[in-house]
């Protein structure tokens, strides 16, 4: 960048004024103000900016618009002081390059006539914020421009009065910083070198007394330590000299006596400037001795740093550049293509290795298409080995080449191999390894049996059936539920006789079933047969209870009340079964294992 760009250092003065609505002080001579006898700086400022306050009086009338008359009269009185040819003939002639207005705000900014050629990109913006944004009686002006290649932005501002209007003057400062706005959507922060200079209206936190004691002992380390600014951290990243003059609020006006009037204001820096960028090197801060205001005007020079860049030789550089960069790429590579943008001046790192890679094209993608694998199995009948995992850094015991064509005997055999040992038998079966490789099972009743108690008769025996240890150590699967046979209760219209059909003593109370929950058991009438289902019909002596269990279709309540039960139709009181009343059972007890059968469902016979 060097080699087409350089850097200059310009001068610049800024200073600010409340004017307090006073108009008589157009004629006065302002340039103890606006042409200091500054001792270090040798010559005129590039740039001056000229920011003023309450140039016309903050009534209810001026506050909602803006009189350009009086802005044109101080700009007037600006422009004669600077130019003033006998006072300052050897001085640059100076031109308005743009002023702006805000109600009682105005800026401000000259420069030298032979400095209008670096600077461009000239704008200009207000933000108000008095009365929550609607009035402009408070708020800021700004103006910015390049200035070669330097972004520079001026900006005076007037902010919320009242000593306990701290936070307000703090959320007027975020307002103006956040939400004045030049063209492309630019903010203040967007600059290089920024300069703030107007009545910022802070004030010191000590009592008016102890404040003019200090002031008269000049004692100003201590009124600077509690000043609200300093104290509040007001205006972040922003830095200002060393405060070296009195306070300049507030006057009585046309002497150099403070405010003696019945609010009797405690004295302040309400006049300030800051600065913000690193380019940015403050010489001068200072106060003018102009008495017909109740404020006093200060100024401050700096010293900024410029970039210049020389067009020509930039825009030839980067032709030049072009040039090459098209030649490098133009050159075609091993494989007669041209060479990938992004890969020009890239080679393969060693003889043989592929060349670099870049988001268009990768050494592992030949015309588009995955690179195919080259490697060949060392026989014809050996191929790669599936079961290997897909990340070849896994540990497996795996090999990385097989047999392919085996017979079913060879890969049985080599299964036989891969079997992990079965583990221990459990107590009560015995499980030994055929020559074949296979375990027989012969098991007792008890391993082999499953929840439904099916008897170890039905195992399959060592001929008949051989178990893998995958078998083995399959769970076994769940037992399929036997359908029960459905006792279907007698039809209203039986006219059979019940006389003999009465209640063995010897019937246990399980035996009894429930009347709300469980089917309803009607009296078995005095038959050779009685009827399981529609249109079956079976002996009652080939009745086994162990293979079958009573169900019934649930029903209504109304039902229930209107079906006998079988305690009802046996003659014993409700909830009176054998034991003295305890619970009913099942029909089939759980201690006799449904072995036992019931006689008084046999039918009976006249004795």
């Given at each position: 960048?060097h080699?087409?760009?350089w850097?200059?250092?310009?001068?610049?003065?800024?200073?600010?004024?409340?004017?307090?609505?006073?108009?008589?002080?157009?004629?006065?001579?302002?340039?103890a103000?606006?042409?200091?006898?500054?001792?270090?700086?040798r010559?005129?400022?590039?740039?001056?900016?000229?920011g003023?306050q309450?140039?016309?009086e903050?009534?209810?009338?001026q506050?909602?618009?803006?009189d350009?008359?009086?802005?044109?009269?101080?700009?007037?009185?600006?422009?004669?002081?600077?130019?003033?040819?006998?006072?300052?003939?050897?001085?640059?002639?100076?031109?308005?390059l743009?002023?702006?207005?805000?109600?009682?705000a105005?800026?401000?900014?000259?420069?030298?006539?032979?400095?209008?050629?670096?600077?461009?990109?000239v704008?200009?913006?207000?933000?108000?914020?008095?009365?929550?944004g609607?009035?402009?009686n408070?708020?800021?002006?700004a103006?910015?421009?390049?200035?070669?290649?330097t972004?520079?932005?001026l900006?005076?501002?007037?902010?919320?009065?009242?000593f306990?209007?701290?936070?307000?003057?703090?959320r007027?400062?975020?307002?103006?910083?956040?939400?004045l706005?030049?063209?492309?959507?630019?903010?203040?922060?967007?600059?290089?070198?920024?300069?703030?200079?107007?009545?910022?209206?802070?004030?010191?936190?000590?009592?008016?007394?102890?404040?003019r004691?200090?002031?008269?002992?000049?004692?100003?380390e201590?009124?600077y330590?509690n000043?609200?600014?300093?104290?509040?951290?007001?205006?972040?990243?922003?830095?200002?000299a060393?405060?070296?003059?009195?306070?300049?609020?507030?006057?009585?006006?046309?002497?150099?006596?403070?405010?003696?009037?019945?609010?009797?204001?405690?004295?302040?820096?309400?006049?300030?400037?800051?600065?913000?960028?690193s380019?940015?090197?403050q010489?001068?801060?200072a106060?003018?001795?102009?008495?017909?205001s109740?404020?006093?005007?200060?100024?401050?020079?700096?010293?900024?740093?410029?970039?210049?860049?020389?067009?020509?030789?930039?825009?030839?550089?980067?032709?030049?550049?072009?040039?090459?960069?098209?030649?490098?790429?133009?050159?075609?590579?091993?494989?007669?293509?041209?060479?990938?943008?992004?890969?020009?001046?890239?080679?393969?790192?060693?003889?043989?290795?592929?060349?670099?890679?870049?988001?268009?094209?990768?050494?592992?993608?030949?015309?588009?298409?995955?690179?195919?694998s080259?490697?060949?199995?060392?026989q014809?009948?050996?191929?790669?080995?599936p079961?290997?995992?897909?990340?070849?850094?896994?540990p497996?015991?795996?090999p990385?080449?097989?047999?392919?064509?085996?017979?079913?005997?060879?890969?049985?055999?080599?299964?036989?191999k891969?079997?992990?040992?079965?583990?221990?038998?459990?107590?009560?079966t015995?499980?030994?390894?055929?020559?074949?490789?296979?375990?027989?099972?012969?098991?007792?009743?008890?391993?082999?049996?499953?929840?439904?108690?099916?008897?170890?008769?039905?195992?399959?025996?060592?001929?008949?059936?051989?178990?893998?240890?995958?078998d083995l150590?399959?769970?076994?699967?769940?037992?399929?539920?036997?359908?029960?046979?459905?006792?279907?209760?007698?039809?209203?219209?039986?006219?059979?006789?019940?006389?003999?059909?009465t209640?063995?003593?010897?019937?246990?109370?399980?035996?009894?079933?429930?009347?709300?929950?469980?089917?309803?058991?009607?009296?078995?009438?005095?038959?050779?047969?009685?009827?399981?289902?529609?249109?079956?019909?079976?002996?009652?002596?080939e009745?086994?209870?162990?293979?079958?269990t009573?169900?019934a279709?649930?029903?209504?309540v109304?039902?229930?009340?209107?079906?006998?039960?079988a305690?009802?139709?046996?003659?014993?009181?409700?909830?009176?079964?054998?034991?003295g009343g305890?619970?009913?059972?099942n029909?089939?007890?759980?201690?006799?294992?449904?072995?036992r059968?019931?006689?008084a469902?046999?039918?009976?016979?006249?004795?």
């Amino acid at each position: 960048m060097h080699e087409f760009s350089w850097s200059e250092t310009i001068s610049i003065w800024a200073g600010t004024f409340n004017l307090n609505g006073k108009g008589s002080g157009v004629g006065e001579d302002l340039s103890a103000w606006l042409c200091p006898p500054v001792g270090r700086q040798r010559r005129d400022p590039d740039i001056i900016a000229a920011g003023f306050q309450e140039i016309v009086e903050l009534s209810p009338q001026q506050v909602m618009s803006t009189d350009p008359v009086r802005r044109q009269g101080w700009e007037e009185a600006v422009r004669s002081t600077i130019n003033s040819k006998t006072r300052y003939p050897l001085r640059e002639e100076y031109v308005l390059l743009r002023s702006g207005q805000l109600v009682g705000a105005a800026l401000f900014v000259f420069v030298k006539l032979s400095s209008l050629k670096k600077i461009k990109n000239v704008e200009g913006s207000v933000k108000k914020t008095g009365m929550s944004g609607m009035a402009g009686n408070k708020g800021a002006v700004a103006i910015r421009m390049d200035y070669a290649n330097t972004r520079i932005c001026l900006v005076t501002a007037h902010l919320a009065a009242g000593f306990a209007n701290y936070e307000e003057r703090n959320r007027d400062f975020r307002t103006i910083s956040q939400g004045l706005r030049f063209q492309r959507n630019r903010t203040i922060d967007d600059h290089d070198a920024i300069i703030w200079l107007g009545d910022m209206n802070y004030r010191i936190g000590l009592s008016d007394d102890k404040v003019r004691r200090l002031i008269k002992m000049s004692d100003l380390e201590s009124l600077y330590a509690n000043d609200q600014m300093i104290a509040g951290r007001a205006f972040p990243f922003y830095s200002e000299a060393r405060i070296t003059f009195l306070p300049t609020y507030k006057y009585n006006n046309g002497t150099d006596e403070y405010d003696t009037s019945e609010k009797s204001r405690i004295p302040a820096w309400c006049d300030r400037i800051l600065r913000k960028g690193s380019i940015l090197k403050q010489i001068d801060y200072a106060s003018a001795p102009l008495r017909f205001s109740d404020h006093r005007p200060v100024y401050a020079t700096f010293e900024c740093t410029v970039s210049n860049i020389d067009e020509s030789r930039k825009e030839a550089l980067s032709r030049a550049l072009y040039e090459k960069r098209k030649h490098d790429l133009a050159k075609p590579d091993a494989n007669g293509e041209k060479t990938d943008e992004d890969l020009a001046g890239y080679d393969s790192i060693a003889a043989g290795l592929p060349p670099a890679s870049s988001d268009r094209r990768k050494w592992w993608l030949d015309n588009g298409l995955p690179a195919r694998s080259q490697v060949r199995p060392p026989q014809d009948n050996i191929a790669l080995n599936p079961k290997r995992p897909s990340n070849p850094f896994s540990p497996t015991s795996e090999p990385d080449w097989v047999m392919v064509g085996w017979s079913q005997e060879g890969r049985d055999s080599e299964s036989r191999k891969n079997t992990p040992p079965l583990p221990p038998a459990r107590r009560g079966t015995q499980a030994t390894r055929s020559p074949d490789g296979h375990t027989d099972a012969c098991t007792s009743a008890k391993a082999l049996s499953t929840n439904s108690g099916v008897a170890s008769s039905r195992a399959p025996t060592s001929s008949s059936s051989s178990l893998t240890a995958s078998d083995l150590r399959r769970k076994p699967a769940p037992p399929v539920p036997k359908k029960p046979a459905l006792l279907s209760t007698l039809s209203a219209g039986t006219d059979s006789p019940r006389r003999n059909s009465t209640v063995d003593s010897s019937i246990p109370s399980s035996a009894i079933p429930a009347t709300d929950s469980r089917p309803n058991v009607a009296a078995i009438p005095q038959s050779p047969s009685r009827r399981i289902g529609p249109g079956t019909t079976t002996p009652s002596a080939e009745l086994d209870l162990r293979s079958s269990t009573l169900s019934a279709k649930p029903t209504s309540v109304s039902q229930r009340q209107k079906t006998p039960s079988a305690e009802q139709s046996a003659g014993i009181p409700p909830g009176k079964g054998r034991g003295g009343g305890h619970g009913r059972r099942n029909l089939l007890d759980d201690d006799d294992e449904g072995a036992r059968l019931i006689p008084a469902l046999q039918p009976s016979r006249p004795g």
